[in-house]
């Protein structure tokens, strides 16, 4: 009988390479128009990352507003400002009949990690003014170990000593404060100009001069950060202006000029920035310009510095634009001597408003040449600041987080949770909450050695602004009240 015939390994990887390169299933003419319009301004959300409820009711009449469809308002937004994608109407009806056939009732729900009570810290509230309910807009340590500055909405811009347990006002501004910048002689305070969504640049940006201040000549839309640093080393601050903007907004660069005024270049004319942190990142001698961008385009995006305030963007991470990216952080988390970037996802205030399972804190390992990699995840609804620290000193980072939007309803306690990092290889972290989780809607937070023995202590502060519901029994308590900061002190030492 005859041998029967083996395979070679040649052959065998040729099978494995003719199976490996079969077509994939071929998209329905719906979920084409899906990618092909929804991807067209930002990364085109999962269809299960909302339920069907809120796709029907919130999500796709916003798509609506911010599209031209033939037949429908194709007239309505000719003023309006952003990128229109055009369809017709029978598109626009695949569409919706796409997204409505696959999304799901509802989403699944969070694997609350379990909790101890934080023995680590004492809890010590302070009010900074006489009015009850907190209305901290900014929250920042500068030089002072023992003195963190504020801003608030009433436009009062103040700093609170820990020492004195008193508040001293720096200035008064007519709209709520939103940054404060302190560097050298230089002093720059931002004022948003209208806080809730709007298309109109009422935003200011002042220079402090001893009593006087002295606004910027340019518009603003909505400015939330400003980053004083000289980037191209001629011994002036460059003024890096994240305008939060709503449909429109942009990423602005201001620079000195000859007569003392400032000249403005837009960075990146999308709206939703937030955040931005001065770096060299690729290790050529330059100070670059890593920014978090939210809103549609979701994303973390490095400019290069190429030549003297000339700069090339470059993305190294992209979200889907219903995550709600709100802060992040870079810190060498595995001490391989390479920059990791740390995010928190879970602003909630938007047409999307639904507690959803993505929301937490995302560790992203640096894989070399600034690629990243998500490594782990920390589910926590509604998670919008962390703080990446060794908080204990045992040589590993810990961090420190609050959600803004936790679900009140079934857990008010993780407003804010401390995670003791217990083995940072496999991930392993301990989960602690305050004894008094919910005396104050947190908000914004910082780390300094306020009391000066050695470690770092925390400071929340809170804001009691409507952004989403919560249960009566809270928002009355916070009315009623007056914490507007909280120490977190460090009993390590």
């Known amino acids: 009988m005859p041998n029967k015939p083996s395979i070679t390994p040649l052959l065998l990887l040729l099978l494995i390479f003719i199976s490996s390169c079969k077509k994939e299933k071929p998209k329905s003419p719906e979920a084409e128009l899906y990618t092909k319009y929804c991807a067209s301004c930002h990364l085109a959300p999962k269809l299960d990352e909302l339920p069907k409820e809120i796709w029907e009711n919130s999500v ?13 308002n194709e007239d309505a937004n000719a003023e309006t400002s952003g990128f229109r994608p055009k369809l017709t109407f029978e598109e626009w009806v695949q569409i919706q009949t796409y997204v409505l056939s696959n999304a799901p009732e509802h989403l699944e729900t969070i694997d609350v990690p379990r909790a101890d009570t934080l023995n680590q810290f004492v809890a010590k509230p302070y009010a900074v003014d006489e009015q009850n ?54 002093e ?49 601050n460059e003024i890096i202006v994240s305008e939060f903007g709503n449909e429109s907004g942009r990423l602005s660069l201001l620079i000195e000029n000859e007569s003392g005024g400032y000249d403005k270049k837009v960075l990146l004319n999308l709206p939703g920035a937030i955040r931005t942190v001065a770096k060299d990142m690729n ?22 510095q190429t030549e003297d305030l000339v700069f090339e963007a470059k993305k190294l991470l992209e979200f889907s634009p219903i995550f709600g990216t709100s802060w992040f952080e870079i810190v060498d988390y595995n001490g391989d001597g390479l920059d990791d970037i740390i995010t928190v996802q879970g602003d909630n205030a938007d047409i999307s408003y639904v507690h959803k399972p993505y929301h937490g804190m995302r560790i ?3 894989q070399g040449n600034n690629e990243y990699a998500e490594s782990y995840f920390y589910p926590m609804y509604g998670a919008t600041r962390v703080l990446s620290r060794d908080f204990d000193q045992d040589g590993d980072i810990d961090f420190a987080l609050i959600s803004t939007f936790p679900n009140y309803m079934e857990f008010p306690e993780r407003s804010f949770v401390y995670l003791e990092n217990k083995d940072s290889d496999t991930y392993e972290f301990s989960t602690k909450i305050l004894e008094d989780p919910a005396l104050a809607r947190w908000f914004l937070m910082d780390a300094s050695d306020v009391d000066n023995d050695g470690d770092l202590d925390i400071v929340l502060s809170s804001l009691t602004l409507g952004f989403t519901p919560v249960p009566d029994v809270l928002s009355d308590r916070w009315n009623n009240t007056n914490v507007d900061i909280m120490l977190l002190e460090n009993l390590l030492h």
Do not use: C
């Open 60 to 72: 796709l009449p916003a798509m609506l507003e911010r599209m031209e469809v033939e037949g429908i």
């Open 133 to 186: 309910g907190g209305m901290i807009t900014y929250l920042e340590f500068l030089q002072n170990k023992n003195q963190v500055h504020y801003g608030d909405l009433t436009g009062t811009l103040g700093s609170f000593n820990f020492d004195q347990e008193a508040s001293e006002q720096i200035y008064q501004g007519k709209t709520p404060i939103t940054w404060y910048s302190k560097k050298d002689s230089m």
């Open 188 to 236: 720059i305070i931002s004022e948003v100009g209208i806080i809730r969504p709007s298309e109109l640049e009422k935003g200011k940006i002042l220079r402090k001069i001893g009593t006087d201040t002295l606004a910027v000549n340019q518009s603003f839309h909505r400015p939330v950060h400003t980053l004083l640093e000289d980037l191209n080393g001629d011994g002036k």
């Open 283 to 304: 290790n050529d001698g330059k100070l670059d310009i890593v920014a978090l961008m939210t809103q549609s385009n979701e994303s973390i995006t490095v400019f290069h």
């Open 364 to 366: 992203y390992l640096n």
